[in-house]
């Protein structure tokens, strides 16, 4: 069987990264989900995934570049509304914070809304940091993947429902979770073949579906380079368990592999694969009628179970 590591549901691994001066990160955009997903025909069971805390790495927000999303069992939560019914004072609005002053988000509070306030997708400015709660976005919104140094970041919408229904009115967003239920955001959809990601950011399986992450490769990331997150490999590859990657790589005795993505439709087959050779071959992400339409084709290089 296929393991993937960072990725969720039966792919269950952990998507938190290092950043370029390898210093753990997470962010201001970290993402939980059990949502079963799998790749080829083969359900990947959590005896060969690796155990993990779900989490994709982002720019961090804190006084040291870091945001830290841990498990709400570690923290004492404190939700004093809900994002999903917005259920604040007329005039304020509800969002995911840090009650502790720390850069882990673990709340939900009642905030204002700016005065003038900036739509979904739109360029936005937090107080603080990322995780103070504090921003210009509308009502249903919040600031995300805030940039450290200037503070500024892209409004994004809250996901809609309930936690056990939430959807996005937008067909090209999935509903991502973080902070065990403290954030609930809608997030854009990428196809990893023809990713249409910001710079600085490259398209990887979070959920059941493909959303822009930031790349925190940094120096490796390349096919063969060992990996441990989702989000350290170079754009166009995945990490996966290091049983998928051909022996004699960089990766040979770690936990994870970088291997290319591929199409499960192109006419070149398996010589997508750099170590189609060595047995490699386009095995789908999704089993059939499982994926998104538009993710149907996506497959990863991997050697046979």
């Given at each position: 069987?296929l393991?993937?590591?960072g990725?969720?549901?039966?792919?269950?691994g952990?998507?938190?990264?290092?950043?370029?001066?390898d210093?753990?990160?997470?962010?201001t955009?970290?993402?939980?989900?059990?949502?079963?997903?799998?790749?080829?025909?083969s359900t990947?069971?959590s005896?060969?995934?690796?155990?993990?805390?779900?989490?994709?790495?982002?720019?961090?927000?804190d006084?040291t570049?870091?945001?830290?999303?841990v498990?709400k069992?570690?923290l004492?939560?404190?939700?004093?509304?809900?994002?999903?019914?917005?259920n604040c004072?007329?005039?304020?609005?509800?969002?995911?914070?840090?009650?502790?002053g720390?850069?882990?988000?673990?709340?939900?509070?009642c905030?204002?809304?700016?005065?003038?306030p900036?739509?979904?997708?739109?360029?936005?400015?937090?107080?603080g940091s990322?995780?103070?709660?504090?921003d210009?976005?509308?009502?249903?919104?919040?600031?995300?993947?805030?940039?450290p140094?200037?503070?500024?970041?892209?409004?994004?919408?809250?996901c809609?429902?309930?936690?056990?229904?939430?959807?996005?009115?937008?067909?090209?967003?999935?509903?991502s979770?973080?902070?065990?239920?403290?954030?609930?955001l809608?997030?854009?959809?990428?196809?990893?073949?023809?990713p249409?990601?910001?710079?600085?950011?490259a398209?990887y399986?979070?959920?059941?579906?493909?959303?822009?992450?930031?790349?925190?490769?940094?120096?490796l990331?390349?096919?063969?380079?060992?990996?441990?997150f989702i989000?350290?490999?170079?754009?166009?590859?995945?990490?996966l368990d290091s049983?998928?990657v051909?022996?004699?790589?960089?990766?040979?005795?770690?936990?994870g592999?970088?291997?290319?993505?591929?199409?499960i439709?192109?006419?070149a087959?398996?010589?997508?694969?750099?170590?189609?050779?060595?047995?490699q071959?386009?095995?789908?992400?999704y089993?059939?009628?499982?994926g998104?339409?538009v993710?149907?084709h996506v497959?990863?290089?991997?050697?046979?179970?």
């Open positions: 069987m393991a993937v590591l990725t969720s549901g039966c792919l269950d952990r998507v938190l990264a290092l950043d370029g001066d210093e753990p990160t997470t962010s955009g970290a993402i939980t989900s059990g949502v079963s997903t799998s790749l080829g025909t990947v069971s005896s060969t995934t690796a155990s993990a805390d779900d989490t994709v790495s982002m720019p961090g927000t006084s570049g870091s945001v830290f999303v498990p069992e570690d004492g939560f404190s939700f004093m509304c809900d994002i999903f019914t917005q004072p007329v005039g304020e609005k509800c969002t995911a914070w840090a009650n502790d720390s850069g882990s988000w673990n709340a939900t509070k905030v204002p809304i700016a005065d003038d900036v739509g979904v997708g739109e360029p936005c400015q937090v107080e990322g995780t103070t709660g504090i210009d976005c509308e009502l249903g919104a919040m600031c995300w993947d805030v940039d140094k200037t503070n500024e970041g892209v409004c994004r919408g809250f809609l429902g309930q936690e056990s229904d939430a959807h996005c009115e937008n067909p090209h967003e999935a509903c979770f973080s902070g065990s239920g403290a954030i609930v809608c997030l854009p959809i990428c196809d990893p073949l023809e249409s990601c910001a710079p600085g950011q398209c399986p979070i959920v059941e579906v493909w959303m822009c992450a930031p790349d925190a490769s940094g120096d990331g390349a096919y063969g380079d060992p990996c441990e989000n350290v490999c170079d754009p166009g590859l995945i990490c049983s998928a051909p022996p004699g790589q960089a990766c040979e005795g770690a936990n592999c970088c291997t290319e993505v591929c199409d439709t192109d006419p087959g398996d010589l997508q694969c750099a170590g189609a050779a060595e047995g071959t386009c095995q789908p992400w089993e059939e009628g499982t998104p339409a993710l149907e497959g990863a290089c991997a050697l046979p179970a």
